[in-house]
């Protein structure tokens, strides 16, 4: 089992930054991949960022790309920097983990372990 905690979400107005992070615990032995993902209300849960597990590679939503930034450091912590955020951006923030999976990065069949979410909401 792995763990996961978000933390950073909250009120923030149009063109601010945040910060999110993600802190996981437990057998992460064989993980492979990290992920952020959000759902906005009335909507399904999309695909946002990810990050190899060795923190090598990164991929984005055409949505997020260049405003965005996925990171981990060397210990258990996952990041996302979020620039120039719009009100579109506002949704619950939700970080996973999964093992390799031949499922796209963007699916969320790729991703065993999510976290609980956190709100973020960009005022305009």
């Known amino acids: 089992q792995v763990q996961l905690v978000e933390s950073g979400g909250r009120l923030v107005q149009a063109g601010g930054s945040l910060r999110l992070s993600c802190t996981f615990s437990g057998r992460t032995f064989n993980m492979f991949r990290m992920g952020w993902f959000r759902r906005a209300p009335g909507k399904e849960r999309e695909f946002v960022a990810h990050?190899?597990?060795?923190?090598?590679?990164t991929y984005y939503a055409d949505s997020v790309k260049g405003r965005f930034t996925i990171s981990r450091d060397n210990a258990n912590t996952m990041y996302l920097q979020m620039n120039s955020l719009k009100p579109e951006d506002s949704a619950v923030y939700y970080c996973?983990?999964?093992?390799?999976?031949?499922?796209?990065?963007?699916?969320?069949?790729?991703?065993?372990?999510w976290g609980q979410g956190t709100q973020v909401t960009v005022s305009s």
């Open positions: 996973a983990v999964g093992t390799f999976s031949p499922q796209a990065m963007e699916n969320i069949r790729s991703y065993d372990y």
């Open positions: 990050i190899s597990w060795s923190g090598v590679g």
